[in-house]
């Protein structure tokens, strides 16, 4: 069929239609512009609710100690003072650097070592925000942990301990005089320098004989309680001294000191030269300070 020109009848049909005459719902009279008005409002109030919705997150921090040294019980979640900002200073921030409220965090000890925290956070799925633990920035909260809702972070705390030590080579004399601050030594002939020979001109001293590999710069080896080599080092700074005109036990001593030694709970082993391990216990260093002290020649 071809195509006619619309007739006057049809046009004032179509100007009908497009009128602002009310449409009657009952009693109540809506024109049409206000029924588009009414879809637009609606319209951007779903919008608004879409966009200013929440979701929750549950956030999981864990704290790893992995040489130990954080928790006064390696299965608990008490931390040692130096270290319960890591467990009490935990915070969550917007982009805008606004701070989010957070539920109370509950801890649990997972395994040796480990505590994990978990709290829970209302948010809005289209930002993001910032986890500080300690004051230090852990991580995000972006939109892949909205589609879990789940976030988990971690801080590892490498506790390392300074290690130090002396060891005493002891030589005893035959007869001794003093005073201690001026004292004066005699040997039997058959007995003299059997251990260790000093140098009167700067106070030093070294093995002798069987104990000629004790002298500064020989090696000093740590081990943990495992057996694992944690650290070498060698030999320093040594000296005599009298110990007691009664004991008449005239003493070289050397010093050693090892540096960020990763921490163990159990204790360290240290070793000079080849002279065999000498172990010490957590407990036992921790009231003497990580000191370790090793003793030959009595």
């Known amino acids: 069929m071809a195509a ?6 049809v046009k004032k049909s179509v100007a009908r239609r497009r009128s602002n005459k009310p449409i009657k719902l ?3 009279a809506i024109t049409q512009k206000q029924l588009i008005v009414g879809g637009v409002v609606a319209a951007l109030l779903a919008v608004g609710l879409y ?13 790893n100690a992995e040489y130990g040294g954080v928790f006064t019980d390696p299965n608990g979640c008490e931390a040692l003072p130096e270290y319960r900002s890591s467990l009490e200073n935990i915070s969550v921030a917007a982009a805008t650097g606004e701070s989010i409220p957070m539920t109370e965090i509950a801890w649990a000890s997972t395994e ?3 505590c994990e925290g978990t709290f829970t956070l209302s948010l809005s799925p289209f930002s993001t925000y910032d986890v500080s633990i300690d004051g230090e ?5 972006t939109e892949a942990s909205f589609s879990s809702h789940q976030a988990e972070f971690r801080k590892t705390i490498s506790v390392t ?3 130090s030590g002396e060891h005493d080579l002891v030589e005893t004399a035959t007869y001794c005089t003093g005073p201690l601050s001026d004292w004066s030594c005699t040997w039997s002939y058959w007995d003299y320098g059997k251990n260790f020979d000093g140098d009167s001109s700067d106070g030093s001293c070294a093995g002798n004989g069987g104990y000629s590999d004790l002298r500064d710069g020989a090696a000093v080896v ?3 309680s495992t057996g694992e080599v944690v650290g070498t080092t060698t030999l320093y700074g040594s000296s005599y001294d009298l110990e007691s005109l009664s004991s008449r036990k005239i003493v070289c001593t050397f010093k050693w000191e090892l540096k960020d030694v990763p921490n163990d709970d159990a204790g360290y082993s240290v070793e000079v030269t080849s002279r065999g391990k000498v172990f010490y216990s957590g407990d036992e260093l921790l009231q003497n300070g990580f000191f370790l002290g090793t003793t030959i020649g009595e």
């Open 137 to 141: 920035k852990s991580g995000s909260i």
């Open 222 to 224: 740590v081990y943990n």
């Open 161 to 163: 301990r300074d290690l």
């Open 51 to 63: 966009f200013g919705r929440t979701e929750k997150v549950v956030v999981t921090v864990a704290i």
């Open 112 to 114: 040796k070592n480990l």
């Open 4 to 9: 006619t020109k619309r007739t006057t009848a």
């Open 26 to 28: 009952g009693n109540i």
